[in-house]
């Protein structure tokens, strides 16, 4: 069993950056794949950016150019730097953590509110 704890999220104005840290509790961070999803009120749960255990990256077209992701295999922790934020941007972000003999685990989500 992999806990995932999220944190980082909070209020910010539009334009404004965030940082969003997830801190994994498996001596296996490295070999899993990471991510951060996004559900805003009445919508489905989406996809942000992933990180693979090799450290390739993959972005959403609303996040490319906006948002980066990083592991720190040494700290168990994925990020998500968060810049130019829109409105649009808010929701609970979640993280993941994907391997392919296990599955999925997720984190309780972070809240991040982004004020026009």
């Known amino acids: 069993q992999v806990q995932l704890v999220e944190s980082g999220g909070g209020l910010v104005q539009a334009g404004g950056s965030l940082r969003l840290s997830c801190a994994a509790s498996?001596?296996?961070?490295?070999?899993?794949?990471m991510g951060w999803y996004r559900q805003a009120p009445g919508k489905q749960r989406d996809l942000v950016a992933t990180?693979?255990?090799?450290?390739?990256?993959n972005y959403a077209d609303s996040a490319m150019g906006r948002f980066t992701i990083s592991r720190d295999n040494a700290k168990n922790t994925v990020y998500l730097q968060m810049n130019t934020l829109k409105p649009e941007d808010t929701a609970v972000y979640y993280c993941?953590?994907?391997?392919?003999?296990?599955?999925?685990?997720w984190g309780q989500g972070t809240q991040v509110t982004v004020s026009s």
């Open positions: 993941n953590a994907h391997s392919h003999n296990v599955g999925d685990y």
């Open positions: 498996t001596s296996f961070f490295r070999l899993y794949d």
């Open positions: 990180i693979t255990s090799g450290g390739s990256t």
